[in-house]
């Protein structure tokens, strides 16, 4: 007898340390989306996670644009509100929907601000239209929602399988010859929520010839992907469920037209939503919106856009729906993180070089040590080594020469 419990006992251990060895193997393997702080779709969502319960009032859904669009820490430090920004490029309704189930085994939000860019067709090549649709489940920890989406996703999209995300180990098991050192450190990126989910891009290289239009500049309609409003519906359905006030909204961009905000208009009006779209003029300006200095690229609202933007949907979400501000540590704790964001963006659009050093040397950034000088070009890294940074291309002069290196030598 006791040899039997012997052998049970090292099968159980045996077992106990292959699944603990499996575990270690998937987490690295599975790659984690922190490309820097720029773009933190891994921490962001694993930081959702952190946050403590019951304490968000607004929640963002939608792609890339709302990543990019959506600042909490703007809304917060405007106006007090509370939010978390869950969008990520390339989700989809289908995606918004199982991540808005997920969030609310731990929130408790007032308002959800869903983007719609997904409803109208992007990829006819792609079942669920959206290009990616693993980013935001990678991190989603298992629960009713994960399995359920899991099984809608590979039921839809035959080149899913269950196994691959059971098993990320067989989904990910060629990368092995592509780790690099982020795959080793992701317990350091997954610290870095900060920014709750917003996406801070620093470029201003939106249209300049871009012009929002009217909401009666024309009577057309256009088609939506019929399986992301079979979706949109199930958010609507989902909201109401939980009496949390649903509203959709579209940020600016270069392919808005008047028929796809009709689209939009008429379907919140049946279901009695409201609808903003930053693209329809009275929205556009009424947020000081100048798309020029305020996008990032021709789909996604830069940094400076994004507050523009969430400070006027705090302003409405305040006097309109009565989501009411107060303080919290935890957007608090985050305010000189974001500040010197807001910095770095800054810095790294300076074209004159005794303007840059000056910001570097004032400490307007967060640069604490330098990787390398060469002749053209200073690069530097923040003091986790996470953010990469450059002073733009420059013919430095022997005295700039001397005044960078001088610089560095004191950081």
Known sequence: MMKHKWYLCKVLAFGMI???????????????????????????????????RNSIDVLFLGSSCAA??????????????????????????????????EALRYQTPKVVLLETYFVFPYNRYEPLNAPDNRKAFDSMRWSKAKWEAVHDICKYDEKQTLSSFYFPNIRYHTRWTDLGENDFSYAKFNKHYELKGFVPLGKKEGSGSYTPFCWWDSGDRTDTVPLMEEYMDKIVKLCEENNITLILTKL?????NIA??????????????????????????????????????????NIWGAKKVSTYIASRLCDEYGIAGGQDRQWEDTKSYCDKVYRDCELKGITDIDQYLDAVNQGHCTILKASCLVLEAVFLYNNDGLCYYSVPHHSLSS?????VTQILTSL
């Open 18 to 52: 292959t699944c603990l060895l499996l575990g270690v193997v998937n987490q690295i393997l599975e790659p984690g989306y922190y490309y820097d702080n720029t773009w933190p779709t891994t921490s962001g969502y694993k930081g959702f996670y952190q946050m403590d």
């Open 260 to 301: 796809k905000y009709n689209t939009i208009s008429d379907y919140a009006s049946e279901h009695e939503i409201s609808y903003w779209d930053f693209n329809e003029e009275s929205l556009y300006y009424g947020c000081g919106f100048v798309s020029g200095e305020d996008m990032n690229d021709d789909w996604h609202t």
């Open 68 to 101: 990019a669009g959506f600042s909490p820490q703007a809304m917060y430090d405007s106006y007090g509100i509370k939010s978390y920004n869950l969008g990520c490029e390339g989700q989809s309704l289908l995606t918004s929907y199982y991540w808005l189930k």
């Open 399 to 403: 005295e700039s020469e001397s005044a």
């Open 252 to 256: 600016p961009y270069t392919e808005c």
